[in-house]
T-cell receptor
Framework: KNQVEQSPQSLIILEGKNCTLQ??????????LRWYKQDTGRGPVSLTI?????NTKSNGRYTATLDADTKQSSLHITASQLSDSASYIC???????????FGSGTKLNVKP | DAMVIQNPRYQVTQFGKPVTLSCSQT?????MYWYQQKSSQAPKLLFH???????NEADTPDNFQSRRPNTSFCFLDIRSPGLGDAAMYLC????????????FGDGTRLSIL
């Protein structure tokens, strides 16, 4: 069964600290993996999209990694800011039928 | 320079009273999606259009319908809203299915009285 699981469900960190969010998936055959940031009351915004051959991709203070062998991805946030407080959603696409599977997200709260 | 615009941002309707949510895009994307998102849950795909080709998800209730009169606009019709349909409804577009990222609107929050 194709699934995407994210951990932790929620996370509280202090401003300026780093954090890492995890995404494990069983989607097969794999097409790509995306990380989205969703601010409260807003639509998700794409942070990164990673294909099978990509191991690391950065977008400012956000760095995503992908291990296609173990079917794991992480999103590392460096020097967190209050504006990083949001839900982070991992979405994995399946290649044959162009279907995609959403994780339930990690809710990050950055405190001053 | 909003690219995917959803109207209204907040919609209140009565139990059983039909309601229509709208989405427009300035990206000229082929694909438009409708999602339902309940509190603290992942978005759930209801259906999508690839150009004029409508693709319904197997578990989308018949109560939910959609129209895409042209490339720029897409509508979500809920024929007889129930209390369980209260949610955020997100519209998204992409230039193609597969590897292309989706661009989301800010959603319409639907409340049922």
């Amino acid at each position: 069964k194709n699934q995407v699981e994210q951990s932790p469900q929620s996370l509280i960190i202090l401003e300026g600290k780093n954090c890492t969010l995890q995404c494990n998936y069983t989607v097969s055959p794999f097409s790509n993996l995306r990380w989205y940031k969703q601010d409260t009351g807003r639509g998700p915004v794409s942070l990164t999209i990673m294909t099978f051959s990509e191991n690391t991709k950065s977008n400012g203070r956000y760095t995503a990694t992908l291990d296609a062998d173990t079917k794991q991805s992480s999103l590392h946030i460096t020097a967190s800011q209050l504006s990083d407080s949001a839900s982070y959603i991992c979405v994995v696409s399946e290649r044959h039928f162009n279907k995609f599977y959403f994780g339930s997200g990690t809710k990050l709260n950055v405190k001053p | 320079d909003a690219m995917v615009i959803q109207n209204p941002r907040y919609q209140v309707t009565q139990f059983g009273k039909p309601v229509t949510l709208s989405c427009s895009q300035t990206l000229n994307h082929n694909v438009m999606y409708w999602y339902q998102q309940k509190s603290s849950q992942a978005p759930k795909l209801l259906f999508h259009y690839y150009d004029k080709d409508f693709n319904n998800e197997a578990d989308t209730p018949d109560n939910f319908q959609s129209r895409r009169p042209n490339t720029s606009f897409c509508f979500l019709d809920i024929r007889s809203p129930g209390l369980g349909d209260a949610a955020m409804y997100l519209c998204a577009t992409s230039s193609d299915r597969g590897n292309q990222p989706q661009h989301f609107g800010d959603g319409t929050r639907l409340s049922i009285l």
